[in-house]
């Protein structure tokens, strides 16, 4: 088996979806999103983002990476670039490419970078990070997603902010849909532990859903129109039933690092956020 790295590179054919205000309210809800202009479908939660390029995002995969393989594939790392929100009415149009691989003797990273766009003008551009395990390419090709680890510094001052969170017992049950997301590790507590999980597990953009409202309400005065990046890496599962603890420590020139804990565990690291006016 061997990557094929002449699959870089590919744009995949564009792919059309309309925005509803019922589809934006069904992900709030979600998500436990407390946001007014969310709630009321106005404009999208930021990590609704990945819904309309969703029907992309493996596409580029197939390109490169041997199917045999998609079976050990995790989704280890999620950047998005707000151009600006998502907007009940918005016609999208969504398309891929894979850009880069590396091996490493744990397994191989790969990254996928999506645009999104309405009108010919950018929305959002994305970079997913995945990682193979247990295969290692044996070699490095293309570009990686941008760097976003968090400067272990900051941890000399205080957290600006603070937030708890719980993530419902039912919430993979509506998350799941709302998101366009059937996994059965999500929805199926035999199939979660025939993949060796302790049982059903949250959507790891879920999770990162939750981190988005926290920045937003703690950092940003809830105010939709100002978030201009969102980038995680994703640590370990979270379990329904469970409670999140989200850290934001200021990092100058509005730029806010984070990361969330389920009690001593670290499930969201390498946070970043970047604000700016609306």
Do not use: W
């Given at each position: 088996m061997k990557f094929d790295a002449t699959g870089l590179d590919k744009w995949t054919e564009p792919v059309t979806f309309d925005v509803?205000?019922?589809?934006?309210?069904?992900?709030?809800?979600?998500?436990?999103?407390?946001?007014?202009?969310?709630?009321?479908?106005?404009?999208?939660?930021?990590?609704?983002?990945?819904?309309?390029?969703?029907?992309?995002?493996?596409?580029?995969?197939?390109?490169?990476?041997?199917?045999?393989?998609?079976?050990?594939?995790?989704?280890?790392?999620?950047?998005?670039?707000?151009?600006?929100?998502?907007?009940?009415?918005?016609?999208?149009?969504?398309?891929?490419?894979?850009?880069?691989?590396?091996?490493?003797?744990?397994?191989?990273?790969?990254?996928?970078?999506?645009?999104?766009?309405?009108?010919?003008?950018?929305?959002?551009e994305q970079y997913v990070t995945f990682f193979v395990r247990g295969f290692d390419a044996g070699e490095k090709q293309g570009v990686l997603g941008p760097g976003h680890r968090f400067d272990d510094a900051l941890r000399a001052s205080s957290p600006v902010a603070k937030v708890s969170q719980h993530v419902d017992d039912d919430q993979t049950f509506r998350y799941g849909p709302a998101a366009g997301d059937p996994m059965p590790i999500h929805l199926d507590e035999d199939v979660a532990r025939a993949a060796g999980l302790p049982g059903i597990i949250a959507h790891g953009l879920c999770t990162m859903a939750f981190t988005s409202w926290a920045l937003l309400t703690e950092v940003a005065g809830s105010d939709v129109d100002s978030l201009r990046r969102l980038a995680v890496r994703f640590a370990s599962p979270v379990l329904p039933g469970q409670d999140l603890s989200t850290s934001i420590w200021d990092a100058g020139s509005g730029t806010?690092?984070?990361?969330?804990?389920?009690?001593?565990?670290?499930?969201?690291?390498?946070?970043?956020?970047?604000?700016?006016?609306?």
């Open positions: 509803t205000r019922e589809r934006l309210v069904e992900y709030a809800l979600a998500a436990n999103d407390p946001i007014p202009a969310h709630r009321a479908g106005d404009v999208a939660s930021p990590v609704f983002a990945i819904v309309p390029v969703f029907q992309s995002l493996l596409e580029p995969a197939l390109e490169v990476v041997p199917t045999s393989l998609f079976g050990k594939v995790l989704h280890g790392e999620q950047d998005f670039r707000f151009h600006r929100p998502i907007r009940s009415g918005d016609s999208l149009v969504s398309r891929a490419k894979m850009t880069g691989f590396e091996g490493l003797p744990k397994g191989t990273r790969a990254t996928v970078y999506l645009e999104c766009t309405s009108g010919g003008e950018l929305v959002n806010f690092a984070f990361e969330t804990t389920v009690g001593d565990k670290v499930v969201v690291k390498d946070g970043l956020a970047e604000i700016g006016d609306s």
